[in-house]
C-alpha cells in the first residue's frame, strides 16, 4: 500500500507541471483520499476526479480570472469569475 501511495503522489506531482496550482492540489488531495479509502486503485480514480474537480471552468476550478467592480461609495470589489 505504501509503494501505491507513492506511486500515485509521484504521479500526482508530475502531472501538476502542466497544471494549475488549485489543480494540482485537487489531484493530490483526491489520490491520498481515494488511496486511505480504497487502495492503489482509489488512488487512481480519486487523483482523476480531483483533477477534473479542481480543472478551471470546473465545480472547484473557477476560471483563474479575476473580476473587478466598484459600489456606489467607489470602493473597490474583486471575486473570482
Not at 505504501?2 to 497544471?19: H, Q
Request: net charge positive; aromatic share 4%; charged share 10%.
Amino acid at each position: 500500500m505504501k509503494r501505491a501511495l507513492a506511486a500515485a503522489l509521484s504521479a500526482s506531482i508530475a502531472l501538476s507541471g502542466c497544471a494549475t496550482q488549485r489543480q494540482a492540489e485537487g489531484t493530490t488531495a483526491g489520490a491520498v483520499g481515494g488511496a486511505l479509502v480504497a487502495g492503489p486503485v482509489g488512488a487512481v480514480v480519486g487523483a482523476g476526479a480531483g483533477a477534473v474537480v479542481a480543472a478551471p471552468g470546473g465545480p472547484a476550478g473557477g476560471t483563474g480570472r479575476t473580476c473587478h467592480w466598484t459600489d456606489v461609495f467607489g470602493n473597490r470589489h474583486s471575486y473570482g469569475c
